[in-house]
C-alpha cells in the first residue's frame, strides 16, 4: 500500500554530479522520515543521508559537504544531489520512507517502513 519509486542514477565520471529521486505513493497518513542508503559489492547496506519530518538533516561523513538532501513535503518526494562524486560512491542507492499509511478499516493509521527498489550509481571514468 506504500510505494517508493527512485530515479536518477547512471554513469559518471569521477568529479561529476547526478541528483537521485524517490517519490512516496499510496494512502499516505503522514511520512516520517525519508533518507537514501548505499550498498555496494560486497559490502553492507550504509546510510548516506536521511531527512526527517521536524528538519532534522544526517549525513555519512564520508558525504559531507559533497551531497545534499532535501525534501518536498507536499509531493512526498526526496532528492540527493551528489557532487564531487569519486570511484567509491559507486554503489545501488536505496530510498528509505517510514511514516503512516491509511487502512481500508479506517484509523489508527499504520506504521511503514518501506525501500526502493534501488538505483545504480557507477562512477568510472
Known amino acids: 500500500q506504500v510505494q517508493l519509486v527512485e530515479s536518477g542514477g547512471g554513469l559518471v565520471q569521477p568529479g561529476g554530479s547526478l541528483r537521485l529521486s524517490c517519490a512516496v505513493s499510496?494512502?499516505?497518513?503522514?511520512?516520517?522520515?525519508m533518507g537514501w542508503y548505499r550498498q555496494a559489492p560486497g559490502l553492507e547496506r550504509e546510510l548516506v543521508a536521511r531527512t526527517t519530518s521536524g528538519g532534522s538533516i544526517d549525513y555519512a561523513d564520508s558525504v559531507k559537504g559533497r551531497f545534499t538532501i532535501s525534501r518536498l513535503n507536499a509531493m512526498n518526494t526526496v532528492y540527493l544531489q551528489m557532487n564531487s562524486l569519486k570511484p567509491e560512491n559507486t554503489a545501488v542507492y536505496y530510498c528509505?520512507?517510514?511514516?503512516?499509511?491509511?487502512?481500508?478499516?479506517?484509523?489508527?493509521?499504520?506504521?511503514?517502513?518501506?525501500w526502493g527498489q534501488g538505483t545504480h550509481v557507477t562512477v568510472s571514468s
Open positions: 499510496g494512502s499516505i497518513f503522514s511520512v516520517v522520515s
Open positions: 528509505n520512507a517510514m511514516g503512516y499509511y491509511n487502512t481500508e478499516y479506517g484509523p489508527p493509521p499504520r506504521l511503514f517502513d518501506s
